[in-house]
């Protein structure tokens, strides 16, 4: 297990195929699922050489947190079908680590038991919003009450995603329980693969008017997760968010938009100067990957998949094995060009490669 690729190749072995499709699908003709790795690949680093590397700080301050390295955890749901604790474990991984996981409402695990697994972690809940508001409001105060630190808000998501092997491979019809929204008006819909994805609960009818009101119900900072573009952070910004995840859910929405990585420039030149913080998820697998997010302005990255292969690789020990090689991969490519701290990274060290060398 010396790579992220290792740790796939152990999910793909190991998960029940409905599940590892689960996780690894994209929708659609999945171009933006692809697109997201062949990004990172057409970006090249110049390295800085004979700098004095020898003491390397990956610290970083997110939202008011100090975490040792900026690397976390995004939001996926039905964790415990990796065959572990769910959750729990990556709750524990994150928090030993010292770094932050967003927890999905579609999670497996309540939002006060993950707390109560992490009490130290630095916990934020992603949030649907339902056509329910009660239930919306209920969630952000249950989150607010058991110390989570941030509500990040999914609006990419009016719909679900065409998610074509879903489809071809059929649901799980589980007794998969998700406790977050049980006891709600939510009800399961029979056969899909993400049992919470019902028409009837999701608000399509959603605007910035919404996030104004998600601002509303707590004292907790507002991160909105599915920003391509700089006018939709012109939009964010108007609403008076204090964070923004670009993000195309691992292209598992419209198939088609771009790749994170390559959204992120625009993104950051509109909050320049601004309070917001700019985060990506999609596609890192690399510490190279992680150091040109930083290096384009991201405040942190996030990982998805790779959180599952290491669930299913060892539960929580597999989670933090995960997180350990992206962060020693990150601390190896920041030497390697020159860079003793985060802060030292900065656009002029990227460049665009031929493609053909895909
Ligand atoms: C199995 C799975 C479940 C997901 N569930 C959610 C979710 O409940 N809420 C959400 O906002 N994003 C969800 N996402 C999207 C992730 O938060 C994230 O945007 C994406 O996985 C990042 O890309 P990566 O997997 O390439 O790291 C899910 C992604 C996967 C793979």
Not at 11 to 17: H, Q, S, T, V
Not at 317 to 344: F, I, N, P
Not at 345 to 350: Q, T, V
Request: aromatic share 6%.
């Amino acid at each position: 297990m010396i790579s992220l690729d290792d740790f796939e190749k152990y999910a793909r072995d190991n998960l029940p195929k409905k599940v590892f499709n689960y996780v690894s699908n994209g929708a659609a003709d999945q171009q933006t699922l692809h697109d997201n790795r062949n990004a990172f690949k057409r970006l090249r680093i110049r390295p800085r050489v004979l700098r004095d590397v020898s003491k390397r700080d990956l610290s970083a301050t997110i939202i008011g947190q100090h975490v040792p390295f900026p690397i976390g955890i995004c939001p996926t749901a039905i964790q415990k079908l990796s065959g572990s604790d769910g959750e729990t474990a990556t709750a524990r991984a994150a928090s030993s680590m010292g770094t932050i996981m967003i927890l999905s409402t579609y999670a497996t695990c309540s939002i006060e038991e993950v707390a109560h697994a992490a009490p130290t972690g630095h916990l934020w809940l992603q949030m649907y919003l339902f056509t329910d508001r009660k239930l919306t409001a209920d969630l952000i105060h249950r989150a607010e009450r058991a110390g989570y630190k941030a509500i990040v808000v999914t609006i990419d998501s009016p719909i679900a995603g065409n998610r074509l092997n879903d489809e071809r491979y059929g649901g799980f019809n589980p007794a998969v329980r998700i406790p977050n929204v049980e006891g709600s008006s939510y009800r399961p819909v029979s056969g899909s693969v993400q049992p919470a994805y019902g028409p009837d609960e999701l608000s399509e009818s959603l605007t910035w008017s919404d996030i104004r009101w998600v601002k509303t119900l707590s004292s907790l900072p507002v991160i909105v997760k599915g920003i391509l573009s700089g006018d939709a952070a012109r939009e964010a910004l108007a609403a008076g968010v204090d964070g923004i995840l670009v993000s195309n859910h691992g292209g598992r929405q419209l198939d088609g938009v771009p790749a994170s990585i390559d959204a992120l420039a625009e993104v950051i030149a509109v909050t320049q100067g601004t309070n917001v913080e700019v985060y990506l998820d999609g596609g890192v697998r690399l510490g190279t990957d992680v150091l040109k997010a930083l290096a384009l302005g991201a405040r942190a990255v996030f990982i998805g998949r790779p959180v599952w292969w290491g669930l299913t690789y060892k539960g929580e020990e597999g989670v933090r094995k995960v997180l350990e090689l992206l962060r020693d991969e990150l601390s190896l490519a920041m030497a390697l060009s020159g860079c003793s701290s985060v802060g030292d990274l900065g656009p002029s060290m990227l460049t665009r490669g031929p493609s053909s060398n895909l």
